[in-house]
Each structure stands twice: as structure tokens, then as C-alpha cells.
């Protein structure tokens, strides 16, 4: 039987967290081959999960002379790129089959260069529908074409749609298509004895307002945005918060965002900055002993895994008021939404005493984008 391809083309975020989630479920289907297809960096990070032995499983990695080409490329460009690479890897291991982690790199250049035989499935995170009117003509004609693509052509087989229920019916109805399905987005329940008492090691007190800003961090996740609200703040509001910016930072951003924290450090804030990658202990231990945390994305048409870890510890977050990240926030009560300006930003973390969590609809969003059910629907096409 001929191996299935497992294609990630980034470790950063959450795709680690998939990438290990799906290898898991793989090393059960002992009647499958399975190859992962990873960048080579993910050797460096793997640590941060324990893998169970699986002989039907083996890694092929993406070199960084194969991937570094995609970077700061039009769409087209990158797409063509990303094929060669996974066409090297089904010529490689005859494969029919390929489920990729982020399915619109791919496109439109899959529909072309890759053998009619292969089927390919894959995540969409990001819906256009959510954003369809900030966009310009030429951008609205590029996605649709993208999405015609992906419900006519039948090297498409599967597209799963992340935590966006509502816009599923409103794909299949545009593109009279029966591929789109809503995928949940998978939150794993934390153990008690796991947690780090976060408060202690930095040596903050209960009386210290802790707002947690976590995850893989670059422009598109509003960071710059909060570090110039806090540069609003007065001394006696200082004196009561602590931020803490915890994740990677993009390569782009360190500069200037080390050298705006400084600043505000002398100014007399507290900003505590973890640069590299957060363990999931760590994640849940610093989410654990926040009072609030910041989600204030710029790319607000799709959904963030950080808003399951904050309904799953009963933390409230802030978050833009538009798109689907707004939605989810304010369908499923896990905080506020707000208009991000550093202005709104700053005036929310004089309120956040206020802010509350609906525990029953918080429950209820975590039971329907368990793990399980994220493996159950994704599965199918494993």
C-alpha cells in the first residue's frame, strides 16, 4: 500500500501542536505508512513533545534551501514553489494521497503541476469571507479564483475549514461545492500537577495584574499595538500591571520591539519578554496565572488557539471586535472585543477588574473543539 503524506511546511504556532497531534493519531493507524514532511527546523523544537515509537512513520525534512525561496514571494510564486517540493516527495514515495497543515500555499499552482492522480486535503485558516470588504477588486478576484479552484478541481479533495462553522454553508452555497467542512479547533485539557506557579519564579505578587500576550509573535498579532498603549498608561496604572510577551519573535520584529520595550522600562513598566518557543506546560502555566490575556490580531478572519487555552483556565481575553476572531470571542462570552487602537487597549486595562468568563458557554466551546473531535472529522482523510 502506498505511504500517505503528512506535508508541514512551518513549525512555528500551532502547527508544531498539529504536527503532533496528527503524528499520534498516525502511529495508531498501524495498517498505514505515513511520511511527515517538515522543515528541518523542527528538530530543533520537537523536545517540547514526547513522540510515541511508530514504525510506520518517518520523516522527510524540507531543507532550508528548499523552503527559503517562499519567503517574501507573491502568492503565485510561492505556490509553484511549495509544489516542486511536495512533488519531489510524491515522486519520491509514489503517493497518492497528501494531507497538508496549510492548504492555500498550494494554491492555484496544485491544480496544475501536481499528477491528477494525487488528492490532496488540507487546513484553510484564514476565510476571505470574513475580510471580503477591506479587500481590493484584484484581491477578491485572486480568492475567488483560488476557492473556484478548490471546489472544481478534483485533486481537492477535502478542505477543512478551522473553527469557522458559519462560513462552511456559506462556501458550499457560493461554490455549489460539498468539500468545505468545519474542522474544530483542538484544545488538550491540562493536568493540575503540570502547572508552574508563574507568579512565584518571576516574583510578582497576587496584588500585580498580569496581562499575557502568547504565541508565536509577529506583526500580524498586534504586539507593537500594545507595547504603545502601554506608553499611554501613568505611573500609578504602571505600578499595578505586568505584560508579559511570551513566544518567538518574528526575525522582523525583535529590533524594534527590544528597543520600544526599553524604552518603556525606563519609563516604568513592567514587561517581562520570553523569546523562543513555549513548551505546553509553560503555555498553560503562564495562561494559569494571568488575569487577562491579549489577543489583539490584526488578521481577525480567523480563529486563534490561544482563545481555547483562555476558555479552558476561564481567562478573559481582549480581542478585535471584527472578523471571526471577534465572533468566536463574543458568541462564546471569553472576554471583550474592542476596536484595536492603543488608545482602546490602554483604556481596557484600567477595566479589566470587570471582565468575566461565561463558564457554561466556555465549557461548551471547549467540548466542541476537543481533540478528539478535531481527530475524528480530520481523520477521515488519513
Known amino acids: 500500500m502506498k505511504p500517505y503524506i503528512v506535508f508541514a511546511n512551518s513549525v512555528k504556532g500551532h502547527f508544531l501542536e498539529y504536527i503532533h497531534h496528527?503524528?499520534?493519531?498516525?502511529?495508531?493507524?498501524?495498517?498505514h505508512d505515513y511520511i511527515f514532511v517538515v522543515p528541518v527546523e523542527f528538530l530543533e523544537v520537537k523536545q517540547n513533545f514526547t513522540w510515541s515509537d511508530a514504525s510506520n512513520i518517518q520523516f522527510d525534512y524540507i531543507s532550508d534551501e528548499e523552503l527559503?525561496?517562499?519567503?517574501?514571494?507573491?502568492?503565485?510564486?510561492?505556490?509553484?514553489?511549495?509544489?516542486?517540493?511536495?512533488n519531489k516527495r510524491i515522486i519520491r514515495y509514489q503517493a497518492d494521497n497528501v494531507f497538508t497543515l496549510w492548504l492555500i500555499p498550494f494554491i492555484p499552482a496544485a491544480a496544475f503541476m501536481i499528477n491528477k492522480r494525487v488528492r490532496i486535503s488540507g487546513i484553510i485558516y484564514k476565510i476571505y469571507l470574513h475580510e471580503e470588504k477591506q479587500l481590493s477588486i484584484r484581491e477578491r478576484v485572486y480568492n475567488r479564483v483560488c476557492y473556484q479552484l478548490l471546489s472544481k478541481r478534483k485533486i481537492f479533495e477535502t478542505v477543512f475549514i478551522l473553527n469557522d462553522p458559519e462560513s462552511v454553508p456559506r462556501l458550499s452555497n457560493i461554490y455549489n461545492s460539498t468539500k468545505f467542512k468545519n474542522l474544530p479547533d483542538p484544545c488538550i485539557p491540562f493536568k493540575h500537577d503540570k502547572i508552574i506557579d508563574i507568579r512565584k519564579e518571576l516574583g510578582l505578587s497576587h496584588a500585580d495584574n498580569i496581562l499575557l500576550h502568547i504565541g508565536a509573535i509577529d506583526r500580524s498579532k498586534g504586539t507593537m499595538d500594545i507595547l504603545d498603549s502601554i506608553n499611554l498608561l501613568n505611573k500609578d496604572q504602571l505600578s499595578k500591571m505586568v505584560f508579559l510577551i511570551i513566544g518567538r519573535i518574528s526575525s522582523e520584529l525583535e529590533i524594534p520591539l527590544f528597543k520600544q520595550v526599553e524604552k518603556l522600562r525606563i519609563q516604568g513598566a513592567r514587561i517581562i519578554v520570553e523569546n523562543h518557543f513555549c513548551s505546553y506546560n509553560r503555555f498553560i502555566s503562564f495562561c494559569h496565572s494571568s488575569d487577562v490575556i491579549l489577543v489583539p490580531y490584526r488578521r481577525t478572519s480567523q480563529s486563534s488557539g490561544v482563545i481555547g487555552y483562555a476558555a479552558q483556565l476561564h481567562?478573559?481575553?481582549?480581542?478585535?471586535?471584527?472578523?471571526?476572531?471577534?465572533?468566536?470571542?463574543r458568541n462564546n462570552s471569553l472576554g471583550i472585543t474592542i476596536d484595536i487602537?492603543?488608545?482602546?487597549?490602554?483604556?481596557?486595562?484600567?477595566?479589566?477588574?470587570?471582565f468575566s468568563v461565561d463558564i457554561k458557554k466556555a465549557n461548551n466551546y471547549l467540548q466542541l473543539n476537543s481533540l478528539p473531535s478535531f481527530l475524528l472529522t480530520i481523520g477521515k482523510s488519513l
Open 22 to 31: 496528527l503524528y499520534e493519531y498516525c502511529a495508531q493507524m498501524k495498517s
Open 68 to 86: 527559503c525561496p517562499s519567503l517574501n514571494t507573491n502568492p503565485i510564486k510561492r505556490s509553484i514553489i511549495f509544489c516542486k517540493i511536495l
Open 315 to 329: 481567562r478573559p481575553v481582549i480581542a478585535p471586535k471584527d472578523g471571526l476572531l471577534g465572533a468566536l470571542v
Open 341 to 354: 487602537t492603543p488608545v482602546n487597549l490602554a483604556k481596557a486595562y484600567t477595566e479589566i477588574s470587570k
